[in-house]
């Protein structure tokens, strides 16, 4: 789980249910790392070229017309990056 970015209104109860959602499932999260601090965290782990795109931006972008409106998770982020 990535991004966990500024708390907002309901961002408490958004990551309590992410939680509880993640563990019916069998996957209990480990650890978060903050939107500013991904390039950093994995480059210590081997990688280069991280691209990394938020929530947000992704909502921005791609939820237009009968999607504008609906709820997407501040939770996370997409993140790609190439192997050494």
């Not at 965290?41 to 992704?58: A, H, N, T």
Request: charged letters at 30%; aromatic letters at 10%.
């Amino acid at each position: 789980m990535t991004g966990i970015n500024q708390p907002r209104k309901g961002w408490y109860d958004e990551k309590r249910q992410t939680k509880c959602y993640c563990e019916r499932r069998g996957e209990t999260p480990k650890f978060a790392v903050k939107d500013d601090a991904i390039e950093e965290f994995l480059s210590q782990r081997g990688f280069y070229r991280v691209e990394s795109v938020s929530m947000e931006s992704v909502k921005r972008t791609y939820f237009k017309g009968v999607n504008e409106n609906r709820q997407v998770t501040h939770l996370g982020g997409i993140v790609h990056a190439t192997v050494r």
